[in-house]
């Protein structure tokens, strides 16, 4: 069921939740508009694809490095990044990441950001990228939305 959320307020909640979570080896910064940004979203499904993108990010990192993430609107849209200082991923995977059963993990079935995919594309009527890469300095993910008044 869609909500009428304010998204810096439930992006933030999401990531500080996950923050009392993870390593002090983490560096976690978050950066978004003063004022409420509201949008039509699931506020589950919202809170499940930034932790899923969190947690991608601090497995790329292997649990040491900055995470920030980074709120903006942009006109009609809103665009949150989520940027890490991790491995990095290959352009010609760019795609590849998002295809069920894709994994760079050991353990790992490859369904979270299939998954993601499909709740932000689908379900919200965003989108999601991969931002920039560099092998062995880090990425950035995007996923933006346009706003619906």
């Known amino acids: 069921v869609l909500e009428r959320i304010n998204i810096v307020k439930e992006t933030e909640d999401a990531l500080f939740y996950l923050k009392a979570r993870f390593s ?3 560096t976690f910064s978050f950066s978004g ?5 509201l949008m039509s979203l699931n506020p589950g499904l919202h809170s499940w694809t930034i932790e899923n993108l969190v947690k991608n990010a601090i497995d790329a990192m292997k649990g040491k490095g900055k995470l920030a993430l980074e709120i903006e609107q942009e006109g009609d849209y809103v665009k949150i990044n989520v940027s890490d200082t991790g491995a990095g991923i290959q352009k010609n995977q760019y795609n590849t990441i998002f295809e069920p059963g ?3 993990k050991k353990r790992g079935w490859g369904l979270g950001l299939s998954l993601t995919k ?3 594309e689908e379900y919200h ?3 999601i990228k991969v931002l920039n890469s560099e092998i062995g300095k880090g990425t950035t ?3 933006s939305y346009k706003k619906s008044n």
Do not use: D
Request: hydrophobic residues 40%; proline residues 10%.
């Open 118 to 120: 499909r709740i932000v």
């Open 125 to 127: 009527k965003g989108i």
């Open 33 to 37: 508009p003063e004022y409420p940004v």
């Open 24 to 26: 002090k080896q983490v």
């Open 102 to 104: 894709f994994t760079t």
């Open 141 to 143: 993910m995007q996923v």
